[in-house]
């Protein structure tokens, strides 16, 4: 099956800089790659996907990378605020299956 | 847009108890239902998942199960809790029509003492 592996599990940054969070897959057939920030007491929120036929999506602040040779994604959150401050998940999904394998999770703090 | 509804909120239960936890799931039909859970300051566990009436999936032997008695109805069981199965249980769906994108509902956070 699928697995995910997700660094750094935790990351510390000021107030405007960047922040990236990398995530690395297994099954090369994976088409599918949600992430999700999830607040202290909340539920997960899906706030970026790519799927695999791109290599590139951006949503104002956030972004999504794929290089789907060297199996990776990763997110990228300009001019980073406090109020970012939340545990992300990626995840992965293979054609056909409608389950997501997700990530461990990074806990994102950045200070004012 | 689909709204996710799941009951209680919070759950205090003895060990040995039974429980039940609810979700239903509004603004979309037939969809894919899931039922995650996470520990304290952890990953999401996947716990089961359903395609249809009646059709449950098990991604992780233990002593919950769940069963969808309706299309947009998903229940997850026990009968007798363990201390081991407290945590934040999420229930998810996901639209067949937009594949893939699964969306939480508000969980339960449950404590078994």
């Known amino acids: 099956g699928e697995n995910v592996e997700q660094h750094p599990s935790t990351l510390s940054v000021q107030e405007g800089d960047s922040a990236v969070i990398k995530c690395t897959y297994s099954?090369?057939?994976?088409?599918?790659f949600p992430w999700y920030k999830q607040e202290l007491g909340k539920r997960p929120q899906l706030i970026i996907d790519?799927?695999?036929?791109?290599g590139e999506k951006k949503d104002q602040r956030i972004a999504v990378t794929l290089n789907k040779t060297a199996k990776h994604f990763s997110l990228h959150i300009t001019e980073t605020q406090p109020e970012d401050s939340a545990v992300y998940f990626c995840?992965?999904?293979?054609?056909?299956?409608?389950?997501?394998?997700f990530g461990k999770g990074t806990m994102l703090l950045v200070s004012p | 847009s689909q709204t996710i509804h799941q009951w209680p909120a919070t759950l205090v239960q003895p060990v040995g108890s039974p429980l039940s936890l609810e979700c239903t799931v509004e603004?979309?039909?037939?969809?894919?239902l899931y039922w995650y859970r996470q520990a304290a300051g952890r990953g999401l566990q996947l716990l089961f998942y359903?395609?249809?009436?009646?059709?449950i999936s098990s991604e992780v032997p233990q002593n919950l199960s769940a069963s969808r008695p309706q299309d947009r109805q998903f229940i997850l069981s026990s009968k007798k809790l363990l201390l081991s199965d407290s945590g934040f249980y999420l229930c998810?769906?996901?639209?067949?029509?937009?594949?893939?994108?699964?969306?939480f509902g508000p969980g339960t956070r449950l404590t078994v003492l």
């Open positions: 995840a992965a999904s293979l054609p056909g299956y409608s389950t997501l394998t």
């Open positions: 790519i799927r695999s036929n791109v």
């Open positions: 998810a769906s996901d639209d067949r029509g937009k594949y893939n994108e699964q969306f």
């Open positions: 603004g979309t039909s037939n969809p894919n």
């Open positions: 359903s395609v249809g009436i009646g059709q």
């Open positions: 099954d090369s057939a994976s088409n599918y």
